[in-house]
Nanobody, 119 residues
Framework: VQLQAFGGGFVQAGGFLRLSCAAS?????MGWFRQVPGKEREFVAS????????YYGNSMKGRCTISRDYGKNTMYLQMNSLKPEDTAVYYC????????????????WGQGTEVTVSS
């Protein structure tokens, strides 16, 4: 499985961005993480293919929505009300597990897409 994330960029505080992650190959659970230099990679959200539901990390809960287009084999992260502290490199990941919310739960990782939120 190969993953390619895109959609990052510069945005002012209060703005929004939609990240996309295109997958090659069948995946069960897909998710988003983010990382800033010097800190651990942080769970943002994950979504199971069917029945497993959506899970959100505390950092962006209520301000982001994860979704998938199974026809396009693509995952999205709609991020709203962005804050400067949301500035990070965002990574998409895929798992063969029914539910995955930790780094160790994901077997496949894409390259990051950088999000910068200015104050």
């Amino acid at each position: 499985v190969q993953l390619q994330a895109f959609g990052g960029g510069f945005v002012q505080a209060g703005g929004f961005l939609r990240l996309s992650c295109a997958a090659s190959g069948r995946t069960f659970t897909m998710g988003w993480f983010r990382q800033v230099p010097g800190k651990e990679r942080e769970f943002v959200a994950s979504l199971s293919r069917s029945g497993g539901g959506a899970y959100y990390g505390n950092s962006m809960k209520g301000r982001c929505t994860i979704s998938r287009d199974y026809g396009k084999n693509t995952m999205y992260l709609q991020m709203n009300s962005l804050k400067p502290e949301d500035t990070a490199v965002y990574y998409c990941a895929a798992s063969n597990a029914w539910v995955a919310t930790s780094i160790n739960g994901f077997e496949y990782w894409g390259q990051g897409t950088e999000v910068t939120v200015s104050s």
